[in-house]
């Protein structure tokens, strides 16, 4: 993905017994990137560390990952939860360099008349 657009990586690490409670504010507002122009969010918990998590978030460029990151719904969800992670909090802008995807083909798995 070469070009003006990219991927935030943002690593989140959970204070003592937080884990769950930035889990839920995670996903309380990853899905407001959409409205400042991102196309896809993830975000992961990692299951050997459950204080770790992983957002990830495609923009077509950096200037709405700058209008997320300083929107009044981020910046006052990091202000509520700042006891809930670990600071400094560091995000890095990245591009896709190689992707692939095994999709089942239509028909498999399916009964025939």
Known sequence: MAGPGGIVQLNWYATGFRGDD?????Q???????????TR???????????????SIDFPSKSGWDDFWFSPEFTEMRAACSGWY?????????DLVSFGEVREPAGVGEESD
């Open 86 to 94: 670990q600071v400094p909090l560091l995000y890095t802008w990245a």
């Open 22 to 26: 930035l889990e839920a504010a995670l």
């Open 41 to 55: 969010y993830m975000v992961f918990r990692s299951r050997d560390d459950q204080y770790k998590f992983l957002m």
């Open 28 to 38: 309380e507002i990853v899905p407001l990137c959409t409205h400042h122009g991102a």
